[in-house]
């Protein structure tokens, strides 16, 4: 399995579990300011020390590594920003790996057959046993080390109902849901078949409408009744929206001419802005709430981590010019 192919792996792996905090400071890369004038393959940079954590060294090579399989072909359009944040993801990572091995702690074989059965079930290879080679494997099983490790310090966190309550009351206007409403269309190919279809509907309750988009409209939402759903402004093409929020419940728009073709829409029913309740609102306060305190202690730890052992790194050694995070 290719390093490109552990990246998909990489992506199942950070969705499962408590989530690593590592690279919520990863911008996307912007390919229009790629990394020009330098490269992370460069033979004459790849044994230069950029890392060391106690007696440990970690090379450019081991960065490279590190980069190709989290980001695979997209670390060409990488930004010197983008691979300064990945660079500070790679010392945290492999300073959490020191603190898991310092512990003594180790991931058994029952949770690495069972990582490895899970990843091909989410794969969908068809094989209980994901074929990597060894490299692949100790970097997946470091990764996933990590995890186990920072799940010990996070799983005793809690959210307690007081916490939600006051989250809530301070954010009370994030929760406030704007005017919404629920569209129906007939997608016609031609203008003239457009205005034939209005006529015959212009007349037509909800059900005259639904089922003349049945056997008539070319979208896809026809076997449907045309319903297409429920929207707020900003979720529908502007051409559209404009003309859908102008209706009132149960009203016909005229023919209105795209580049999907030529509509008519209604409007079955216009929802007021509506504020959401707390109790509406709980379960996703609680995961907000639980994620800031897991980056919270996870952060803190680190620093804790950073003054208490021995490890220093050499950006000089780095491949690009390393920009430090402006405090």
Not at 121 to 142: A, H, I, P, Q
Request: negative net charge.
């Amino acid at each position: 399995m290719k390093l490109l192919t552990i990246r998909n792996i990489l992506l199942f792996l950070f969705m499962m579990g408590v989530p690593l905090f590592l690279y919520t400071s990863c911008e996307i890369p912007d390919s229009s300011e790629g990394n020009a004038g330098f490269s992370l393959t460069d033979a004459r940079n790849r044994k230069s020390t950029i890392l060391k954590i106690a007696d440990t060294l970690y090379s450019n090579s081991d960065f490279e590594k590190y980069v190709q399989a989290t980001l695979g072909e997209d670390q060409e359009a990488l930004t010197v920003v983008s691979l300064s944040r990945l660079f500070d993801s790679f010392v945290d990572e492999k300073i959490l790996l020191y603190a898991a091995r310092a512990q003594d702690m180790a991931l058994t074989e029952d949770e690495k057959e069972d990582y490895l059965a899970k990843l091909s079930d989410e794969l969908n290879t068809g094989d209980r046993d994901v074929s990597l080679d060894e490299g692949e494997r100790d970097f997946l099983f470091e990764r996933l080390l990590i995890e186990k490790y920072t799940y010990a310090l996070v799983r005793n966190l809690e959210v307690q109902e007081e916490e939600i309550k006051d989250y809530y009351e301070l954010h009370r206007r994030d929760f406030l849901r704007p005017e919404r409403v629920k569209v129906s269309q007939i997608l016609l190919e031609t203008e003239n078949k457009a205005v034939e279809v209005l006529e015959r509907v212009r007349n037509a309750d909800e059900e005259g409408f639904k089922k003349m988009a049945r056997e008539e409209s070319v979208g896809l939402e026809a076997l449907k009744g045309g319903e297409m759903g429920v929207f707020e402004m900003g979720q529908l093409p502007f051409e559209m929206e404009k003309v859908i929020f102008s209706l009132q419940e149960g009203e016909l728009s005229s023919v209105i001419k795209t580049s999907y073709g030529y509509h008519i829409f209604r409007v079955d029913k216009r929802f007021d802005p509506k504020l959401i309740s707390e109790e509406e609102a709980s379960s996703s306060i609680r995961e907000i709430i639980l994620n800031r305190k897991i980056e919270e202690r996870i952060s803190r730890h680190l620093e804790d981590l950073k003054l208490s052992i021995v490890w220093s790194f050499y950006p000089l050694n780095l491949p690009f010019p390393y920009q430090r995070i402006d405090i």
